[in-house]
């Protein structure tokens, strides 16, 4: 007889698909924005994606982790170092960087 497969669970194909995403993002071949691959340029990653146009902001930090590992796009961003990611003002440290206030 045939072996039957076991079906995940929703929530552990969210979860799988989660870790992915972040491996994704922090690991340095693709775009933590997009998730395209980025383009290689003499061996390394280029600093610009390709697709949707996003590029490092060094002067910008992470809202979750403080690193200054972030990505920005026109209206998206993302951290490379912990993969944080989403809208400019949920990833730019939230209400602190609207009002250009200092992180504490």
Do not use: I, N, Y
Request: with cysteine.
């Amino acid at each position: 007889m045939a072996e039957k497969r076991r079906r995940r669970s929703p929530a552990a194909a969210a979860r799988e698909r989660e870790a992915e995403e972040k491996k994704k993002r922090t690991g340095g071949r693709h775009c933590p924005v997009c998730l395209e691959l980025l383009p290689r340029l003499g061996g390394q990653a280029a600093l610009r994606c390709a697709f949707c146009g996003a590029h490092a902001a060094p002067d910008r930090r992470c809202g979750k982790c403080h690193g200054d590992r972030v990505w920005e796009a026109d209206s998206a961003a993302a951290c490379a170092a912990c993969g944080h990611h989403g809208s400019k003002v949920r990833v730019f440290a939230g209400q602190d960087w609207l009002t250009g206030k200092p992180p504490q």
